[in-house]
């Protein structure tokens, strides 16, 4: 994973930063939801915040704890492009004072209206076919 190890001043700096977030909210054009569900157990997370941030939009399509299945809402902003997007996410484990951010080099259409994607983090980072860095591999349906 692309964590490391905070100090508790720094845990409550980086909630800040993420609490401080802008927010995607969807409008009613256009209107549907996308389904997440990711690899890692919430039990070993923990305490935790946890976003999943749009390059697009510039903005959190989630912000909470850390859940295995999140379901987003979007609209035609993003779904335009064929919902391509550069997704980042980032993880702030309280208790554990880790701070995790996962960004892969390629955009991926996450944003089609029911689409459903199952992301799996990888330990570390590797390089896809064309060699740009991917932490983590996405399958969508």
């Given at each position: 994973m692309?964590c490391?190890?905070l100090?508790q001043k720094q845990?409550?700096i980086?909630r ?7 927010r ?6 256009g209107r549907a939801a ?7 157990d919430?039990a070993?997370i923990g305490e935790?915040?946890f ?5 697009r ?11 295995t299945?999140?379901?987003?809402e ?8 064929k919902g391509y ?9 309280t208790?554990?004072e880790?701070f995790?951010i ?8 996450y944003w089609?209206?029911g689409a459903?994607?199952t992301?799996k983090f ?12 991917k932490r983590?591999?996405v399958?969508?349906e």
């Open positions: 692309g490391k190890k100090e845990v409550a980086e800040t930063r993420l609490e401080q977030q802008p995607f909210v969807a409008g009613d054009k996308v389904h997440f569900h990711f690899n890692l919430p070993a935790s915040l976003a999943i941030l749009s390059n939009s510039h903005a959190a399509v989630y912000l909470g704890p850390y859940k299945d999140v379901t987003v979007i609209d035609e902003r993003l779904i335009s492009d997007d550069g997704v980042e996410f980032r993880l702030l484990q208790k554990n880790q995790c996962w960004i892969n080099e390629r955009g991926e259409p089609r209206p459903r994607a992301i990888l330990d570390e980072a590797t390089l896809d076919k064309d060699g740009l860095t983590f591999d399958n969508l």
